[in-house]
């Protein structure tokens, strides 16, 4: 019987909007020279034990350590981790939180739900502090993709509408409603049939392939006066058509690296204001510092409804996610938005306070801002040497590469940055891809600027080479 997922009529996989593909002719290679036979057993037990799913099984290696930047293989080969899923800002196995977790596991290792506990208390007041505006409501979670379902539900009941728009290409996470709201068809496809009613999308801002056909200058950005934010002007069209809109979701910079051109979420915030519809920010991967401000909104000077958090929030070593809103939207008392086992457990509690007080105490923010606009640099300079680069962008340490075949026709040079992956880790760096053809860098905020020096020269190298092949 013919599988709903061969009805697919996409030209390009839908896995490469996420990552790089882990059923290529390029993995095939890269795994048939680079693996022994130890690691080849471990990855077949792992074939064989889990359901296979795009971009994480069949794997791409195992490894056996993780400390600050780098990862090993079970090959003692190590690799700075400019991927590290964006949980790692604090670096892999940070001393200072291992101990601050033991000690918590002894002190008070579990609170059933309906006790309240100092660690869980101290962390909601923490969020409150650093979040900004007057976000200071919270509910936590295990997973990011759990937290974006409890704003969901908070707008819902406080607008006492359902409807929301969000970005085509975005990943909220996997479950039905943060998929609902996600635009990748790799969550969303045939497979697992209808989502959530109501869930409107619009094409995102994406400055280098505007949707709208908007030309970009040589330095990838947008004339504002040409373009007038058509993309900020879609919501607000969407918003004023639906005229029932409960939230508008979105990741204030893109995890593709998109950046939003200056005025967009102003612009859009003033929409949702208009229009009776609570802005949404997910900062489930830029959370905490990564693009070199506490939050990725501090950098538009604005301020969401609500904002969710997750990823890095557990120090790479516990997960935890929060949605933390506004005081006014605390309405719903005999309704349970988020009723999870592990919500208010101390130990998960511990490690999230943990993890923002190392951020700021390391100075991890600025550092990130720092060495995120170095790397920026030393990358527009490559730019100027190699063809392949269409495009260089980002904001502190959540940065995109984008390789194309012809800097005028834009077309994607997906195999060369497939080929520039495997090539880099071969030289001990790792990083994904996003949408097939984007070398997406995302260090740990701990990443010195010698570090970072030593991953773009690793780069540099791996792009001559392919020019010279
Ligand atoms: C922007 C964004 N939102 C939500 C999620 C989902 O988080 P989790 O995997 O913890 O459910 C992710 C995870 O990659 C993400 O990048």
């Not at 700021?360 to 170095?374: I, P």
Request: proline share 5%; net charge negative; with cysteine.
């Amino acid at each position: 019987m013919a599988s709903a997922l061969d009805n697919r009529t996409q030209s390009r996989s839908p896995s490469q909007s996420e990552s790089d593909v882990n059923l290529s002719a390029r993995r095939a290679e890269w795994s048939g020279r680079a693996l022994d036979a130890d690691t080849r057993a471990l990855l077949a037990r792992d074939s064989k034990a889990f359901l296979h799913q795009s971009v994480s099984t069949p794997c791409l290696n195992a490894i056996a350590k993780a400390e600050g930047i780098w990862i090993e293989d079970t090959q003692a080969r190590r690799y700075m981790d400019f991927h590290g899923n964006n949980v790692h800002h604090i670096g892999y196995g940070h001393p200072r939180l291992k101990q601050a977790i033991a000690e918590q596991m002894d002190a008070l290792p579990f609170a059933p739900r309906r006790f309240v506990s100092e660690p869980a208390v101290e962390l909601a007041e923490k969020l409150g502090s650093i979040t900004p505006g007057d976000l200071s409501k919270v509910l936590f979670a295990t997973g990011g993709s759990d937290a974006v379902e409890i704003a969901l539900k908070i707008a819902r009941a406080s607008t006492g509408r359902f409807k929301t728009i969000s970005f085509w290409d975005a990943f909220h996470g996997a479950g039905f409603g943060a998929s609902s709201v996600g635009g990748e068809q790799l969550f969303r496809g045939p497979a697992v049939g209808p989502l959530l009613a109501g869930a409107e999308h619009v094409a995102p801002f994406a400055c280098y392939r505007c949707p709208y056909g908007y030309a970009t200058g040589a330095d990838g950005k947008p004339d504002l006066d040409i373009c007038r934010l058509a993309c900020a002007n879609m919501v607000r069209y969407v918003l004023e058509r639906e005229g029932d809109i409960a939230a508008v979701i979105a990741e204030p910079a893109r995890a593709t690296s998109y950046m939003p051109p200056p005025g967009f979420w102003a612009s859009v915030r003033q929409a949702c204001n208009d229009h009776g519809a609570l802005l949404i920010f997910d900062e489930i991967p830029t959370g905490l510092g990564k693009t070199g401000a506490m939050f990725s909104c501090n950098h538009d000077g604005v301020v969401p409804d609500i904002l969710v958090l997750g990823k890095s929030l557990g120090g790479g070593i516990l997960p935890i996610a929060a949605a933390v809103c506004r005081p006014e939207f605390d309405i719903a008392g005999d309704y349970a938005f988020g009723h999870y086992t592990h919500e208010k457990n101390p130990v998960l509690a511990r490690a999230a306070l943990t993890t923002i007080e190392i951020v700021e105490d390391e100075g991890l923010v600025e550092n990130a801002e720092r060495v995120g606009a170095h790397a920026l640099t030393r990358l527009n300079e490559m730019k100027t040497r190699h063809p392949l680069i269409g495009d260089v962008r980002g904001r502190g340490l959540l940065i995109g590469v984008e390789l194309v075949l012809d800097r005028d026709s834009k077309e994607p040079a997906d195999d060369a940055a497939e080929q520039i992956m495997y090539a880099a880790l071969d030289r001990g760096l790792s990083f994904k891809t996003s949408m097939g053809n984007i070398l997406t860098l995302t260090p740990p905020l701990v990443t010195t600027l010698e570090q970072m020096d030593q991953a773009i020269d690793i780069l540099d190298a791996c792009l001559q080479d392919l020019a010279a092949a």
